[in-house]
């Protein structure tokens, strides 16, 4: 990049041009500078179908690979890992391409194009599902997260663009809490999916308990399945489970279908929003693409000053630690004995508290960016997932009114609760501080990095449950250390971009006075 960022100067340069550059953009775009306009409100419905989307599948696989679920044998423990790892790598690898693309093209048409190639990898997704084939649907989640990774850069630039920059905190939040949202559906939807795929219960709950569960089923593409069998000689065989395991159904009948039509549903649906969506141009239509996918991300690192890229990695790091929880909380299944169905509704729990925090920050922050809620948020993290590591399995299975693993749920619902504090002010000074004829790019970078921290937190996780034999309960442990880190490095700092803030404020105002 050509840019040189300048950090708090560049801050506080360019509210001072606020209301030039909102005359700049075409009318369509914007509505009074309200956030309430025909483009941002369809792009909040197009990022709300493409989170489900994404979720549903990622959910399903995750239960299905985890300890006790259909495909468990095929990866090994921590296989999690390896999920999480076809879902992030190619956001590494194509993100600076895509960034490009997003300033070459109209964003709305790159929105456009990569919702039109969602339908074929759902129906892809559909026929892995209902085949049973485990390859097939990691297949059809590495294409969709090439999909989503043409997605980002495009969103994440269009949103300065459709808002003005003293409403990008609101902006953020609003569209960080719907997608949270489409995330807790998914989630939702995924458990009862992934409970009709795959049906489980408590070996004990059986109508005549088995001395001895052993792996009896063969799936279509050869996965051995739990069945619920009796046989003599307990603890003498290969593969015998206990009776406080978790085990497949012989009562209730597989239903593949439903699973594959919700995806199929859904890409549609959001394929629909784009049709709402106006036209946009392109900010560099001349910009030749490079085929040196790495070296724009190390210029940009190059350009950015100290203050910059501690936002931009305190942004990044903050998927790693997402990472390392969503792994992490499918293994509470087998640990509290559990159905999928209740993991499902914690991780709605964790995107519901996300949502709360997201809308809360959006309140509190009003016409400006505040980025000392962010250090609140890594400090709630970091003592959530310490409590989670030091209490007991008997805390975290608690049952209280009827809803079981209660002490899990409400240490995820905290976590949640801070993420969204830590997460929306980084975001927002990101996008503010990224030139417009270059925002694409950025985000390409931005994206290209969260995703190097995402899939370093997959491979973490497997390497910890897979070849280390971490227990699972110790490893929300890793997660406080993360969160600490972010803590100290903020404290010592964002200082520096909130001394900014009342320049920053200011300047905000005196240019809305300009505007009216």
């Known amino acids: 990049m050509s840019h040189k960022y300048q950090g708090m100067k ?26 309430a306009n025909r483009g941002f409100l369809s792009l909040l419905a197009i990022s709300f179908f493409g989170a489900a989307n994404d979720n549903i599948l990622k959910q399903i696989l995750i239960l299905m690979v985890a300890g006790g679920g259909l495909w468990a044998n095929r990866l090994g423990e921590g296989s999690q890992g390896v999920v999480g790892l076809v879902l992030t790598l190619p956001f590494i690898f194509l993100s600076g391409y895509a960034g490009q693309l997003a ?3 109209s964003k709305q048409q790159v929105i456009l194009w990569v919702k039109i190639a969602e339908i074929p990898i759902a129906l892809l997704a559909f ?22 990774s043409f997605y980002g850069p495009a969103k994440f630039g269009s949103i300065p663009d459709l808002v003005d920059d003293h409403r990008l905190s609101q902006a953020n939040g609003f569209i960080n809490a719907l997608s949270n949202v489409a995330v807790i559906l998914g989630s939702l939807a995924a458990g009862p999916l992934a409970d009709m795929y795959y049906p489980m219960i408590k070996a004990s709950e059986l109508e005549t ?8 089923e063969t799936t279509s593409d050869g996965d051995q399945a739990l069945s619920g069998e009796e046989v003599e000689g307990e603890g ?32 549609f649906a959001g394929l629909g929003a784009v049709l709402f969506m106006p036209k946009m141009k392109a900010v560099a239509p001349n910009l030749k693409l490079s085929k040196d996918i790495f070296g724009s991300h190390f210029r940009t690192f190059k350009d950015s000053n100290r203050p910059l890229l ?20 499918p293994d509470y299944r087998e640990i509290l004995l559990v159905s999928n169905t209740s993991i499902t509704m914690t991780v709605g729990l964790l995107a519901i508290a996300i949502v709360i925090g997201s809308i809360l920050v959006a309140v509190l922050s009003g016409k400006t960016i505040r980025p000392y809620l962010a250090l609140i948020g ?16 008997d805390f975290l299975g608690l049952e209280i009114g009827g809803t079981d693993a209660a002490g899990l749920k409400i240490l995820v619902f905290l976590i949640g609760f801070f993420a969204g504090f830590y997460i929306v002010p980084l975001q927002s000074l990101l996008q503010f501080l990224s030139p417009s004829d270059e925002r694409g790019r950025f985000f390409g970078t931005a994206n290209f990095l969260s995703f190097v921290f995402t899939s370093a937190a997959s491979l973490l996780y497997w390497g910890l449950k897979g070849w280390l034999n971490v227990p699972t309960e110790r490893i929300p442990l890793v997660c406080a250390a993360l969160a600490l880190t972010g803590t100290l490095v903020g404290t010592f700092e964002l200082n520096r971009i909130m001394a900014a803030q009342k320049s920053l404020r200011i300047d905000q105002d005196d240019a809305q006075g300009k505007t009216g």
């Open 236 to 267: 003498s065989a290969e593969g015998v489970k206990k009776e406080d395991q978790l085990v497949r159904d012989p009562n209730r009948p597989e239903v593949r279908w439903p699973a594959g039509a919700a995806l199929l549903l859904v890409a």
């Open 209 to 216: 308990p088995p001395r001895a569960i052993v792996a009896a």
């Open 127 to 148: 026929s892995g599902l209902i085949f049973g084939s485990f390859w097939l649907s990691l297949l059809a989640l590495l294409l969709l997260a090439v999909q989503s």
């Open 10 to 35: 560049t801050l506080t340069d360019k509210t001072k041009a606020s209301s030039n550059s909102t005359s700049e953009r075409p009318s369509n775009l914007r509505d009074s500078g309200s956030i």
């Open 103 to 105: 300033d070459k093209f």
């Open 310 to 329: 501690v936002v931009l990695f305190s942004w990044s790091g903050f998927y790693m630690i997402g990472m390392l929880a969503l792994l992490l909380l």
């Open 378 to 393: 890594a400090f709630g993290m970091t003592a959530c997932f310490a409590t989670m590591g030091f209490v007991s399995k």
